[in-house]
C-alpha cells in the first residue's frame, strides 16, 4: 500500500509546506502548522484520468485570443437590486461567489429571498448544513416567499451534495455554510483549513463544469476576515461582505472580488420584520440631526461605489487628564487622524498637543476615502474653540501634509447630492470648484488649510 501523504498547513492562510517549521512564511503566523493527511489524487481528477481539472472549468488547448467566443456573458438578476449591483448587474452562469459576514449579519436571510424569487425562474437548491429545513422553512413562510419552487436539502457531506446535483441538475446552488461542508477522503475535522480548502475546491469545479451558479457562506473570524484558508478567496470569482452597522439596523453589502465587475459598489439593505429590505436611495439615511448644532460636527459626502452618501463626522477635542493625550477614531483611519493634527498644528497654528481628539462616524459607517480629511479637520477645529459650524454646510477634501488642499473624485455629483438635500453651502477643493454653483448653494473653493480656516462662516 503507497504511504500517505502528509503535508503541513498554516490555519491561518492556508500554505501548505513539506516540512513542519515554527512560523508561517507566507502570514508571519506562529504555532499555526498543523499535519494534515491529503486525499488521494485519484479521487481529484475522476472525472478525466490522468489530468487535473482546473477551476476555470473545461480545459481547453490554447488558441489565440481572437478565436475566442467573448459573446457577452448573460447575467441572471437576482430580484434584489442591491445585491445585483455589488454583483456587477447578476449572478454569471459558471461563478463562484462568497458571501461572507458575522453571525447575524444576514446571509440566510438574504439568500433565502433571493432564492425563492429566482427559482421560478431556474431550477434552484438550497443546501443547508447549519439550520434545520423545518426553521428554513418557517423562516420564509413568515417572510411571505414563494414556497412552490425552491428545493431544500439539509447535507454537510460534498459528496452527496454532487451526487445531489446530478439528481436535481440545479442552475443554481447555494451552500450554507462553506464551514459545515466535508469530505469523506479527507482525514481532517469539518472546519479545518484542508477541509474548508478541498471542499471549496470541489464545489467550484462542479459548478464550472456544469454551469451552475455557487453561492457559498463562509464565516467571519473576529478581525473581519474570512475564516478559513485564504486560498479560499483565489478560487471564487466574487467575494462579498455583509455587515452590520453599529446600531444593527442597516446591513452594508460590500464587494471585495469580482472577476465580472467593479468592486467598490455598496449595497445597503434595513434588516425589518419582513426580512431585508433594499434601501433603495441611501444618500442621507445615516443623516439624522437633532435641532440644534452643536460644536465638533460637520456632514460630508463620501463617494461609495458609483453613489454619494451624506454623513456626519464629530469630533471633540478636550483637556487630557494624561501625560499621553489620546487619539481614538472610529469609523476613520487612526493614523490619518495623527497625521492630520500634525498638519493642523503646523499650517493651521492649532496646537492640540495637550488635548485628547477622539473623532467619529455617525451611523457605524466607515469612511476610508480621503475627502474626509477636510471636514474631519474643520470639526476638530470647531470642537476645540467650541464653535459650531452652520447647519447647511458641507465640507470635502483631501488635506496633503504641506497644507494644500487636493481635488476628490467626482466634487461635482457630491456636490449636487448636497444640494439635493438641502445644503446651502460648501466648502471644497479649489480643484473641484464648479463653473457653476448648484442652484441655491454657496461654494466655497479653497487651496489650503490656512484658507479654510480663515473663512468666516
Ligand atoms: P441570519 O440570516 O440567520 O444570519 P446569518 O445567516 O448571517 O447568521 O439572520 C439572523 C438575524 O437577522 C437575527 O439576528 C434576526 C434578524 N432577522 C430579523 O430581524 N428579521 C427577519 O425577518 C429575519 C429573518 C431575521
Ligand atoms: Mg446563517
Known sequence: MAKAKTAFVCSDCGSDYHKWQGQCSDCGAWNTLSEIRLASSKGAGRSTPGRAQGFAGELAPARVLSEIDVSEVQRIPTGMTEFD??????????????????PGAGKSTLLLQACCGLASQMSALYVTGEESPQQIAMRAQRLSLPLDQLKLMAETNVEAILAALDTHQ???????SIQVVYSEELSSAPGSVSQVRDCAATLTRAAKQRGIVLLLVGHVTKDGSLAGP????HMIDCSVLLESSDDQRFRTLRGQKNRFGAVNELGIFAMTEQGLREVRNPSAIFLERGEKQSSGSVVMVVWEG???LLVEIQALVDDSPLGNPRRLAVGLEQNRLAMLLAILHRHGGLQVGDQDVFANV?????????????????????????????????????????GEIRPVPSGQERLAEAAKHGFARAIVPRGNAPKTSPTGMQVHAVASLAEALALDL
Open 230 to 233: 485564504k486560498v479560499l478567496e
Open 306 to 308: 458609483t453613489r454619494p
Open 85 to 102: 449591483r455589488v454583483l456587477g448587474g447578476g449572478l454569471v452562469p459558471g461563478s463562484a461567489i462568497l458571501l461572507g459576514g458575522n
Open 362 to 402: 455617525v451611523g457605524g459607517v466607515r469612511v476610508l476615502e480621503t475627502s474626509v480629511d477636510l471636514a474631519l479637520l474643520l470639526a476638530i477645529v470647531s470642537s476645540f474653540r467650541d464653535r459650531p459650524l452652520p447647519r447647511d454646510l458641507v465640507v470635502f477634501g483631501e488635506v496633503g501634509l504641506a
Open 170 to 176: 440545479p442552475k443554481l446552488l447555494v451552500v450554507d
